[in-house]
C-alpha cells in the first residue's frame, strides 16, 4: 500500500516506482487519506504504473473528480476504485489497519490504525493539527476528531503524520499546544 501519492515532479514519482521496483513490493492500493492535491496528486500515476487501487474515503471521493481541485492547481481528475467508511479494515500483506474516519481538515479525514500505530494524515501533526480553513474544514470537528478517537488510544501509539515528524499519541497530550486542554 502505497499512502498519500502527492508528487508533483515525475522525478518524485520515478524515485517512488524504483523504490517499488527494488524492493519487488507488489502494490494493491494507492490510499489517500484525504482528497488534497499534495496528497492525490500522483494516485493516477502510480495506479497507471503498478495496477493498484485508488482508495479514498467515501465523504472526499468526489472531490477527486473536479478538475480545479486545490489552490488553484489543476490534476487530471479521476475516480477511487473504492471508498472507505469508519472501521473498514484494509490488509497489507499480513498487517491489517483500521479506517478511523477523523473529519476536520476535510470531510472525509480518515486515520489508519495499526497494531501500536497510526497514519494520522493531515488530522494530527507532532506540535500541530491539520489546518482546517480549506473547503470541507470545521475547527470544531478536527478537535473533536483528535479528542475522541486518537487521544483515546493508549500513550505509547506512535503516529506517523502526512507531513513532519513522528510522534505518540502520549507526546501529543502532553506537548501539542492545540490539545493540552484536552
Same mark, same amino acid.
Not at 520515478?14 to 492500493?29: A, C, G, H, M, Q
Not at 503498478?50 to 482508495?55: E, L, R, S
Not at 472531490?63 to 486545490?70: I, R, V
Given at each position: 500500500m502505497l499512502i498519500d501519492a502527492g508528487f508533483f515532479e515525475e522525478s518524485e514519482a520515478?524515485?517512488?516506482?524504483?523504490?517499488?521496483?527494488?524492493?519487488?513490493?507488489?502494490?494493491?492500493?494507492v490510499l489517500s487519506t484525504h482528497w488534497h492535491l499534495d496528497h492525490t496528486a500522483g494516485n493516477e500515476y502510480i495506479r497507471r504504473r503498478?495496477?493498484?487501487?485508488?482508495?479514498i474515503h467515501k465523504d472526499d471521493a468526489p472531490?477527486? &473528480?473536479? /478538475?480545479?481541485?486545490?489552490l488553484g492547481f489543476r490534476v487530471k481528475p479521476h475516480k477511487p476504485d473504492k471508498t472507505l467508511t469508519e472501521g473498514d479494515l484494509i490488509g497489507v500483506g499480513s498487517m491489517r489497519l483500521k479506517v478511523v474516519h477523523t473529519p476536520?481538515?476535510?470531510?472525509g479525514s480518515i486515520c489508519l490504525l495499526g497494531e501500536g500505530f497510526v497514519f494520522t494524515g493531515d488530522t494530527l501533526f507532532a506540535g500541530s493539527i491539520g489546518r482546517t480553513d480549506?473547503?470541507?474544514? &470545521?475547527? /470544531?470537528?478536527?478537535i473533536r476528531s483528535i479528542?475522541?478517537?486518537l487521544m483515546t488510544l493508549p500513550d505509547e501509539t506512535l503516529i506517523y503524520p502526512g507531513?513532519?515528524?513522528?510522534?505518540?499519541?502520549?507526546e501529543e497530550k502532553r506537548t501539542n499546544l492545540f490539545l493540552t486542554d484536552l
Open positions: 520515478t524515485s517512488i516506482l524504483s523504490e517499488i521496483e527494488r524492493n519487488s513490493f507488489n502494490v494493491k492500493y503498478v495496477g493498484a487501487q485508488v482508495v472531490m477527486l &473528480s473536479t /478538475e480545479d481541485f486545490f476536520g481538515h476535510t470531510k480549506l473547503p470541507g474544514g &470545521s475547527l /470544531e470537528e478536527i479528542r475522541v478517537k507531513h513532519g515528524p513522528s510522534s505518540s499519541i502520549g
